[in-house]
């Protein structure tokens, strides 16, 4: 009789703790998916009034415009759950584990092969290389054969990724020595300017362009995290003053690598 009674009471604990956790696990879903909604939100209303109000126009395939939308609404927000759970918490930890360590040469290595790898594999710079390099081919600025357009496609890819792991070593070294963020945009889009000048009219649109597509889902995270984790844990740094800007670095040094690169390659 005894040995019943705490049985049914050990069942009934555990299905109210069941119930509670999957009440409270439904909740934050609900909050996450509402969250992730309002952000997506002002596309809608957008892409809605100009395919029925400017074009009057019914949306092609509603049925797969519905889905497609549910399923951008779900991976936000899974995507951003994954970067507060994963990503940022684990770009500050090794952060402040090299930090500790107290090597320069392997925090500068990681700050550079952070920036190389998460570039070099980016599918919005894969993309612009390919086009670039075929439209390069087709208005004669290089060799219109298979084998040049890959070498230009791979050369334009391994420049920016360069550029990028270069442009996060510069911001790693300007947080361990507290230089002034500004004095590095201004004095690199003064180089910028002085190139722009130098370089062919074809490479200019593209080198800027170049810049932009290095700030990628995955790039921009950690790289934050990078800085904010190290601004952190060195004495008399502002992680809000010193922890960003590396990624207007990281978008700005590539437009100088890529004007370059076109001086050479176009020449």
Same mark, same amino acid.
């Given at each position: 009789?005894?040995?019943?009674?705490? /049985?049914?009471?050990? #069942?009934?604990?555990?299905?109210? %703790?069941?119930?509670?956790?999957?009440?409270?696990?439904?909740?934050?879903?609900?909050?996450?998916?509402? +969250?992730?909604? /309002?952000?997506?939100?002002?596309?809608?209303?957008?892409?809605?009034?100009?395919?029925?109000?400017?074009?009057?126009?019914? @949306?092609?395939?509603?049925?797969?415009?519905?889905?497609?939308?549910?399923?951008v609404?779900?991976?936000?927000?899974?995507?951003?759950?994954?970067?507060?759970?994963?990503?940022?918490?684990?770009?500050?930890?090794?952060?402040?584990? *090299?930090a500790?360590?107290?090597?320069?040469?392997?925090?500068? /290595?990681?700050?550079?092969?952070?920036?190389?790898? +998460? +570039?070099?594999?980016?599918?919005?710079?894969?993309?612009?290389?390919?086009?670039?390099?075929?439209?390069?081919?087709?208005?004669?600025?290089?060799?219109?054969?298979? !084998?040049?357009? $890959?070498?230009?496609?791979?050369?334009l890819?391994?420049? =920016?990724? @360069?550029?990028?792991?270069?442009?996060?070593?510069?911001?790693v070294? #300007?947080?361990?020595?507290?230089w002034?963020?500004?004095?590095?945009?201004?004095?690199?889009?003064?180089?910028? %300017? =002085?190139?722009?000048?130098?370089?062919p009219?074809?490479?200019?649109?593209?080198?800027? !362009?170049?810049?932009?597509?290095?700030?990628? +889902?995955? $790039?921009?995270?950690? =790289?934050?995290?990078?800085?904010?984790?190290?601004?952190?844990?060195?004495?008399?740094?502002?992680?809000?003053i !010193?922890?960003?800007?590396?990624?207007?670095?990281?978008? *700005?040094?590539?437009?100088?690598?890529?004007?370059?690169?076109?001086?050479?390659?176009?020449?």
């Amino acid at each position: 009789m005894l040995l019943d009674k705490g /049985t049914n009471f050990i #069942r009934c604990l555990l299905e109210n %703790i069941r119930k509670h956790t999957l009440s409270k696990l439904i909740s934050i879903f609900l909050v996450k998916i509402r +969250t992730a909604f /309002t952000d997506v939100l002002p596309i809608i209303l957008v892409v809605t009034f100009f395919q029925l109000v400017v074009l009057k126009q019914p @949306f092609p395939n509603l049925e797969n415009v519905l889905i497609g939308g549910l399923l951008v609404v779900v991976g936000l927000m899974l995507f951003v759950e994954g970067l507060e759970i994963g990503l940022f918490p684990i770009g500050e930890m090794m952060a402040d584990a *090299l930090a500790r360590k107290g090597s320069l040469f392997w925090l500068l /290595t990681f700050a550079f092969a952070l920036g190389f790898s +998460t +570039t070099i594999a980016e599918p919005a710079l894969i993309a612009i290389a390919g086009e670039a390099a075929n439209i390069s081919a087709s208005s004669l600025l290089i060799k219109n054969s298979p !084998d040049t357009i $890959t070498s230009f496609a791979l050369g334009l890819r391994i420049t =920016v990724a @360069f550029a990028v792991g270069l442009a996060i070593v510069l911001g790693v070294i #300007r947080i361990l020595k507290g230089w002034p963020v500004y004095i590095l945009i201004i004095g690199g889009y003064m180089v910028v %300017i =002085v190139l722009t000048y130098f370089a062919p009219s074809a490479i200019i649109g593209l080198a800027f !362009d170049s810049g932009g597509v290095t700030t990628s +889902t995955i $790039t921009v995270p950690l =790289v934050t995290a990078l800085g904010v984790g190290l601004s952190k844990i060195i004495k008399g740094r502002n992680p809000l003053i !010193d922890g960003f800007g590396l990624i207007a670095l990281a978008s *700005l040094i590539p437009i100088i690598f890529v004007l370059i690169y076109g001086m050479v390659m176009y020449s």
